[in-house]
T-cell receptor
């Protein structure tokens, strides 16, 4: 069965310090992996995606993620947090199953950034 | 390019009332989805469609209905609203590469 586990429901960092949001996945197939961000009362915005090309993926706003097949992980990082990064982050696995493009969401990680 | 447009943004319903959440996309995507998001949870799939005239149930379809008469539109219908349907609803469309989400509908059933 396919699943996505976000290991932290809440992460709190100080502005200017590194961010690490952890995601592990379980998939029988080679998945596509995404990180989406949701700011308060907004829709979901794509941060970055992995689709079996380079294992280190760069996204928008200085975020990047590394696909590690041996660890079945796709952790999201940013070297220096900004106040505007405070939001909910979702790790998503995408695979073609049962005739449609199936998206499996993690439960989300809420990132708080303190001055 | 508007992307995925959802209306309304907010709605309060009384128990037993019905309503339709509208969703339109202008990217000519075949795949469209309805999700609900409850506090502290990820998104749960309600219904999906792989093209005009084709719909199927997701993880949590009870209490909802959908139709897909055109590629662009994918409305979600609540026939008899219940408090358990209080949630934020997201419509999405996708190709094989990524999903595009609407800004959501916050529904409260009282």
């Amino acid at each position: 069965a396919q699943s996505v586990t976000q290991l932290d429901s809440h992460v709190s960092v100080s502005e200017g310090t590194p961010v690490l949001l952890r995601c592990n996945y379980s998939s029988s197939y080679s998945p596509s992996l995404f990180w989406y961000v949701q700011h308060p009362n907004k829709g979901l915005q794509l941060l970055l995606k992995y689709t079996s090309a380079a294992t280190l993926v760069k996204g928008i706003n200085g975020f990047e993620a590394e696909f590690k097949k041996s660890e079945t992980s796709f952790h999201l990082t940013k070297p220096s947090a900004h106040m505007s990064d405070a939001a909910e982050y979702f790790c998503v696995v995408s695979l073609f199953s049962g005739g449609y493009n199936k998206l499996i969401f993690g439960a989300g990680t809420r990132l708080a950034v303190h001055p | 390019n508007a992307g995925v447009t959802q209306t309304p943004k907010f709605r309060i319903l009384k128990i037993g009332q019905s309503m339709t959440l509208q969703c339109t996309q202008d990217m000519n995507h075949n795949y469209m989805y309805w999700y609900r998001q409850d506090p502290g949870m990820g998104l749960k799939l309600i219904y999906y469609s792989v093209g005009a005239g084709i719909t199927d149930k997701g993880e949590v379809p009870n209490g909802y209905n959908v139709s897909r008469s055109t590629t662009e539109d994918f409305p979600l219908r609540l026939e008899l609203a219940a408090p358990s349907q209080t949630s934020v609803y997201f419509c999405a469309s996708s190709n094989y590469d990524r999903a595009h989400f609407g800004s959501g509908t916050r529904l409260t059933v009282v």
